[in-house]
């Protein structure tokens, strides 16, 4: 059983070997319900600034569901509810709290899927999306900013000389940029990645992994990833998730080297999972 | 750090109350853009019913029309829609369902296949009256069936044979392919599956198609004007069932007629008020008919999707 | 349980049996493929009817372009194919169309894109499920009572704001068949919003747009030749309309571009001649061929048009 006590997460931090950082976010006693289905239960955890975090798990353990409230998408479908807190610092704002417009939210907080899904737009406007969304129309602030986050993405080089091009022209890795370009160009202060690379290749993959590497210099990044690998190559941080609860959460080489629970450790040797 | 936060913050609070407005004036006017097709259909059916109530009596059913406009009725109307109606029935059902049974259980991917595909399409679209030539140079004039109640029937039976094609497709379309494989590792041919179970599976969507192609056939004006219904006809057709051997009389189906629509048509468009009246009246049992006809097809096709879950 | 092979068993089944079988399957594949031949007859009934539809139309219109010639067809500005002085000029009652067509589209093109949008992204789920049904029963009103609508109770409303206006007139009959549009433009138009894959919603929304922005950034853009193809179907139904038309916009060829007019359109022409005893093989009956061969043809386009967009429209999704 999963009965396991979660954490502390004082203890989980005095654990640690290395100093430990800013938290950006954290959520406490987060419980999620699809309807009157528990999808997760009691989550706390913190995500520290400028690090990544990595959200392991089989499928089905609430992994993606968990990344969604950090951005409130499931307020839009009926019946869902949050129980709890997630807090966003250094301005101490619950983001769960009914007052706080999900759209305020996702301005602060971008999000990239799972599948690459640009729109139906030209590549300089997909990127451009979100600043225009925010009532941006200066043509050399877009245009600045479009190519900034273009090459935050590294994708600007592959695409630089056919901006107006259709997005859809773009292979699958190269949509994913574009999708990462989007969340870039608005400056956000807090990175979601759905198992980003799921429907890539595994160049495009490396790539993107490269970019999360570049990217964590400045951002604050969560992912979710089926891929333990992936996990123990981008992530500083790993929570590993089953059945909607929280199992283990700690830096990434305590919980590939030497894992707290024995669960963790069957999921992580491919025991099981 | 935290100061820069919380004007940023600010302003975003700000910007999304601008753009949230739109939000809210875009959903009221999506409600009052509704609320046009509302009260439209409210006024049109109030005006008729003012109108035509003091008509609606058992007279106006069992009379001939007439010159007097309170002694006119609507007997060899709805006498002649429901020939008419019978006639189209008998051709466009196992037509269509044929057409659309052929068309997913039979047909192989070729051209012929999406030559019939596309014309399915491109049928419904041709406009009603376009059918009407069709059946005044063929059916009248080539085939010598007269403006007869079989013309009409006929007509009609064309016209709407797309949507009980569609419908039929779709309702087949909707029956998981594991039946069909249950069926055929029974052993059972290609007809024994369709007619055992494709085919009664299916008749719930059949029907509402068979139901919004009826209610349409029975609204529709300008084709049966063109195969020549009267618009004064004294007269019923010869019944079908005769007191004398041999019973059954087919010579209905060569009768002149009139249909409720051309009646209505005939009385709107006479100057005098009092006949404008009837047309009120005739326009309330017109809607009355189509309007329960669609509503009993919708009705059908929601207990469909909330009862069947393959 | 016996152990009697299939082999074994076959074998001892008589000889007899075995014809039978074979017989029966023969009887059996007979009848499959004369049930296979009449379905595809059945189905063969559409090809059937455009193949007549095309036939007739041109057999007739052939012998009435022998006597008229195209040139006059399309450039007389008159069209009087009773009168002694006959002119043949398709003109009028092709502006008569134009007009109340355009007035219809005026109408339905707007709002059956808010009410499209509205039901799609912004409508509760309890406001669709009534609307949606409310709708199709307005598009399932017959064309007569529309036309009733329009000649008793529209017109003189509107004549209240513009005495001047005729009992028969277009804007009152095109108003009325904009309304009649509507469901068609708009039940196809949010098939199209609403086979928008949700991701593109939720990237639209993760960047924290508005519903108002996704819908009008994002999802219609999205549905765009879906929504295209709505429009020409709704086009299609503007010019082929016969009875509102017919009824209220008067049946006086007109050429005229002012909606406050009366004026006939191709479809009223048609029911005016039938309407009369006009004699199988005379000009005037001819007219009405040639006049259904110039609103088929138009449809057609219009139809085909429509198929290409939304045949385009699937394959992206």
């Known amino acids: ?273 | ?310 | 349980m016996t152990s009697i092979s299939l082999a074994d068993r076959i074998d001892a089944v008589p000889e007899h049996f075995v014809s039978d079988r074979l017989a029966r399957r023969k009887l059996r594949n007979i009848k499959e493929r004369i049930i296979e031949l009449v379905l595809f007859l059945a189905a063969s009934v559409s090809v059937a009817t455009t193949i007549g539809i095309v036939l007739i139309l041109l057999k007739e219109s052939f012998v009435f372009f022998q006597q008229v010639s195209l040139w006059d067809f399309l450039t007389d500005s008159q069209w009087t194919p009773l009168f002694s002085d006959a002119h043949y000029g398709i003109m009028p009652l092709l502006s008569g169309t134009l007009v109340s067509s355009t007035v219809a589209l005026l109408v339905a093109i707007p709002l059956g894109t808010i009410i499209a949008i509205y039901l799609s992204e912004f409508a509760p789920f309890a406001v669709r499920e009534i609307a949606k049904p409310f709708l199709e029963l307005l598009g399932g009103i017959p064309t007569i009572v529309y036309g009733y609508f329009a000649l008793l109770f529209v017109t003189p409303l509107l004549q209240m704001i513009f005495p001047e206006l005729p009992g028969f007139n277009l804007l009152s009959a095109g108003l009325v068949m904009g309304i009649m549009i509507i469901p068609y433009v708009s039940s196809v138009s949010e098939d199209a919003m609403r086979a928008v894959p949700m991701a593109l919603r939720e990237g639209s929304y993760a960047m924290g747009a508005t519903r108002f922005q996704t819908a009008i950034r994002v999802v219609t853009p999205a549905a765009f030749s879906g929504i295209a193809a709505a429009y020409i179907l709704g086009i299609s139904r503007a010019v082929g309309e016969t009875m509102i038309l017919a009824v209220a916009a008067g049946m006086q060829p007109n050429l005229t571009w002012n909606p406050l007019e009366p004026a006939a359109t191709i479809t009223a022409y048609i029911v005016q001649v039938a309407l009369g005893d006009l004699p199988h093989g005379s000009i005037g009956y001819q007219t009405i061929f040639a006049a259904g061969l110039t609103l088929a043809l138009m449809t057609l386009f219009f139809n085909v048009l429509g198929h290409i967009l939304r045949k385009r429209f699937r394959q992206v999704y």
């Open chain 2, 1 to 310: 750090m935290s100061d820069a936060t919380a004007v940023k913050v600010r302003e975003i609070r700000a910007l999304i109350a601008r753009h949230k407005r739109w939000d809210v004036i875009f959903g009221i006017i999506g409600v009052l853009s509704l609320m046009i097709g509302v009260l439209t259909f409210v006024a049109l059916f109030l005006d008729m019913v003012i109108d035509g109530a003091p008509r609606l009596t058992w007279d106006f059913f069992t009379n001939f029309p007439s010159r007097k406009p309170n002694q006119a009725g609507i007997l060899s109307a709805w006498v002649g829609t429901t020939m008419v109606m019978i006639v189209t029935i008998c051709a466009a059902v196992p037509l269509g369902v044929g057409a659309g049974v052929y068309l997913e259980e039979y047909a192989p991917r070729n051209w012929m296949t999406d030559l019939i595909e596309i014309n399915v399409t491109n049928l419904a679209g041709v406009p009603s009256i376009v059918y009407g030539l069709l059946a005044l140079g063929l059916f009248i004039y080539e085939f010598g069936l007269g403006q007869s109640v079989l013309t009409a029937g006929l007509t009609l039976a064309l016209l709407i044979l797309p949507v009980i094609i569609v419908a039929t497709r779709e309702a087949i379309r909707s029956i998981p392919a594991a039946i069909r494989e249950g069926s055929y590792a029974l052993g059972a041919t290609k007809w024994q599956t369709a007619a055992h179970h494709i085919i009664p599976y299916s008749l719930p969507g059949i029907l509402t198609g068979v139901i919004i192609g009826l209610a349409r056939a029975i609204g529709e004006t300008a084709p049966i004007i063109t195969v020549g219904a009267l618009t004064f006809i004294a007269f019923l057709p010869p019944a079908p069932v005769q007191a004398e051997p041999p019973f059954v009389s087919f010579e209905w189906l060569m009768s002149g007629f009139t249909v409720m629509p051309i009646q209505m048509f005939n009385w709107t468009s006479r100057p005098e008020a009092a006949f404008q009246l009837n047309a009120a009246a005739a326009g309330v049992v017109l809607l009355v008919m189509t309007l329960s006809m669609n509503a009993l097809a919708i009705y059908i096709r929601y207990r469909l999707r909330k009862n069947i879950k393959w």
């Open chain 1, 1 to 273: 059983m999963v009965g396991t006590p979660i954490p502390e997460i004082a203890s989980v931090a005095a654990a640690a070997t290395s100093p430990v950082p800013a938290k950006k976010s954290e959520s406490k006693r987060l419980s999620f319900y699809y309807g009157s289905f528990n999808a997760l239960k009691n989550i706390s955890m913190p995500i520290y600034e400028k690090k990544v975090t990595a959200l392991i798990g089989p499928s089905g353990c609430g992994k993606s569901t968990y990344l969604r409230c950090f951005n409130r998408m499931h307020d839009l479908y009926p019946g869902n509810r949050y129980e709890g807190q997630i807090m966003l610092y250094p301005d101490n704002t619950n983001l769960l709290n009914p007052d706080v417009d999900p759209i305020e939210v996702r301005m602060r907080i971008s999000m990239v899927f799972q599948k690459p899904n640009p729109f139906p737009k030209s590549i300089y406007e997909n990127v451009a999306y979100g600043l225009r969304v925010r009532g941006e129309r200066k043509r050399a602030l877009l245009d600045d900013k479009v190519e900034e986050a273009l090459r935050g993405a590294a994708l600007w080089e592959e695409v630089k000389d056919r901006l107006n091009d259709l997005a859809f022209n773009l292979s699958g890795g190269q949509q994913q940029r574009l999708c990462i370009a989007r969340a870039l160009a608005t400056n956000p202060e807090f990175l979601l990645f759905d198992e980003p690379t799921s429907a890539l290749d595994p160049i495009a993959t490396a790539n993107i992994e490269q970019l999360l590497a570049d990217l964590k210099e400045k951002v604050t990044i969560l992912i979710v990833t089926h891929n333990m690998q992936q996990a123990a190559r981008v992530s500083d941080y790993t929570a590993y998730m089953y059945l909607g609860e929280l199992i283990e959460f700690n830096e990434t080489d305590t919980i590939f080297i030497k894992p707290g629970h024995k669960q963790t450790e069957d999921y992580i040797t491919g025991r099981f999972g």
